[in-house]
């Protein structure tokens, strides 16, 4: 191959990397079918900024000793490189910059002595091989167990649990419900930073599987994930884990059904079968989630989600059968008892809108009695936290203080309620160790 077309495949080469750096800078959602592709360009740039530094630095440093700069498409492929790094740079500071953010908004919604009844560890660390090694997020340290079934629906009504490998008792639960449009995904496909970090911190966390769409209609989804539940609460004893503390977690279509989970407990028509079983949860840690199906902030236009939910989720129309998509939106479930809620959304997310999630916190402050964080990421895209990036790290972290914060408000309150039920017996012994 002669100089030139070396030069002209560098400058081919190096438009794609910049296209890429756009993608993770330059926020877009009205692109019709093309914002799914935006959507990974910006995701994979934006997280993984260095990594696309030091492949563009592996790619240049061979086009260049193979004579890419002795043609100007070379040359002007270089300018475009120096540029696409710069951008990238700039996209790391952003992401550096969610550390100060996420802290601000659990100090204005927590007060900013909330640390301080934190359990102390070394939160703020960010470990430089978590940045390194971004899909390796499986820590020694951490048992998992596959496979548990829940249901009677085969794979699609079974669990995974990770647990620390040290015995323990009555350690704080965590449920990480998938995403995927309520159409595809799985219990090992998502959550795993944060389900790790916590499991290394002593929490047992669980992920299940649940029915999906267009095989099963809503509320099927939210049945499921109320049937995972009322499993943990009857079994993860047997795992170490506190059944009287279980929060919720989940992204996209994760974070809708974590909402709907927090908000509406032991209703009847979503516990068939099991209606008896407690199914209220300690808080909830909804990402970049869907909440409102009817879309009234009016963001979306073209874009609306509605045809999608019509013929896949819902299968009936929001005009004929209104209630059942007030039904399913988050937004209209909310309540003065709700449980404190921690909800994280990026600016840039091209598939969830930031104004939904912007709506539905505003819905939530203004009745609920509990503490409600939020959090908008600069610069994050739509699933970022699936492995691990500067920003996840971040992320995670904030998100462990803020669950540590209600975990101890929940030891301190049954100190209290062991003292109260103790104290007429003169200091007999009993009730649940801590």
């Given at each position: ?61 061979v ?108 350690r ?10 309520w ?22 966390c ?42 919720v977690t ?80 988050p ?13 994280i ?15 539905f ?40 203080r803020?669950?540590?914060k ?16 103790a ?12």
């Open positions: 191959m002669d100089t030139l077309a070396i030069s002209w495949l560098f400058l081919a080469v190096t438009i794609v990397g910049a296209g890429f750096t756009v993608a993770a800078l330059v926020p877009a959602r009205r692109l019709s079918f093309f914002v799914v592709p935006y959507f990974f360009a910006g995701w994979l740039a934006g997280e993984l900024a260095a990594h696309h530094i030091a492949w563009q630095a592996v790619a240049t440093i086009f260049v000793s193979l004579g890419a700069l002795d043609a100007w498409p070379g040359r002007i492929g270089l300018l475009i490189t120096v540029v696409s790094w710069g951008g990238l740079l700039a996209a790391i500071r952003r992401s550096r910059s969610t550390a100060e953010v996420i802290d601000d908004a659990l100090n204005d919604a927590l007060g900013r002595d909330y640390r301080d009844t934190v359990r102390p560890h070394a939160e703020d660390v960010v470990p430089t091989a978590e940045i390194a090694r971004p899909f390796k997020t499986r820590r020694r340290e951490v048992e998992r167990v596959r496979h548990i079934a829940y249901g009677d629906a085969g794979a699609r009504h079974t669990l995974d649990i990770h647990k620390p490998r040290v015995v323990g008792e009555r704080p639960v965590l449920l990480q419900i998938h995403g995927g449009a159409v595809i995904g799985r219990k090992d496909q998502q959550g795993q930073p944060l389900m790790n970090h916590l499991a290394a911190r002593g929490w047992v669980v992920a299940p599987n649940y029915r999906l769409s267009p095989k099963v209609t809503f509320p099927d989804h939210l049945i499921d994930v109320k049937r995972a539940l009322a499993w943990v609460r009857e079994h993860i004893a047997e795992h170490g884990g506190d059944p009287d503390f279980i929060v989940g992204g996209s279509a994760g974070g809708h059904l974590s909402s709907l989970v927090a908000l509406t407990p032991n209703r009847p028509e979503y516990q068939p079968g099991f209606e008896d079983v407690d199914t209220t949860v300690a808080a909830c840690v909804p990402f970049y989630g869907v909440y409102d199906f009817l879309e009234r902030h009016g963001a979306r236009k073209s874009m609306s989600m509605q045809p999608f939910l019509e013929k896949l989720i819902m299968k009936c129309s929001p005009t004929e059968e209104r209630d059942r998509w007030i039904a399913a939106s937004i209209d479930a909310v309540n003065a008892d709700a449980p404190p809620f921690f909800v959304h990026g600016t840039h997310d091209s598939l969830a809108y930031i104004e939904d999630a912007r709506a916190v505003s819905e939530l402050r203004k009745v609920s009695k509990q503490a409600v964080v939020y959090a908008e990421l600069p610069g994050a895209q739509h699933a970022f936290e699936t492995f691990h990036s500067l920003r996840t790290a971040h992320t995670i972290r904030a998100v462990s803020f669950l540590h209600v975990h101890a408000a929940y030891l301190a309150d049954d100190e209290i309620g062991r003292s109260a039920a104290a007429p017996q003169m200091g007999a012994s009993h009730g649940r160790a801590s």
